[in-house]
């Protein structure tokens, strides 16, 4: 069981990324996923969730309008892109399933870091 995440990096205010995440060892296409992240000091957070046939998704307050969130179920695939970034989006990104319950071992995540 495996989740991998990649697509962070330094980018200015403003800018945009696409994150991805690739799943083994589990059948991706029966859950609901969702992107957290984790801020240095604070705990990690819900950021966007996505329904396991992706007809559904749901944001944070914090990115509804700046993020938007997708899967690709035959490539066993979870994205998000982000535009519009703020420096408070600074942390690292995960993927996980939705409901604590169905919860994979977490990567190793992928740092979004917004600076000028």
């Known amino acids: 069981v495996q989740l991998v995440e990649s697509g962070g990096g330094l980018v200015q205010p403003g800018g945009s990324l696409r994150l991805s995440c690739v799943a083994s060892g589990f059948t991706f296409s029966d859950y609901g996923m969702s992107w957290f992240r984790q801020a240095p000091g604070k705990e990690r957070e819900l950021v966007a969730t996505?329904?396991?046939?992706?007809?559904?998704?749901n944001y944070a307050d914090s990115v509804k309008g700046r993020f938007t969130i997708s899967r690709d179920n035959a490539k066993n695939s979870l994205h998000l892109q982000m535009s519009s970034l703020k420096p408070e989006d600074t942390a690292v990104y995960y993927c996980n399933a939705n409901t604590v319950a169905r919860r994979r071992p977490w990567g190793q995540g992928t740092q979004v870091t917004v600076s000028s």
């Open positions: 996505i329904t396991f046939s992706g007809a559904y998704t």
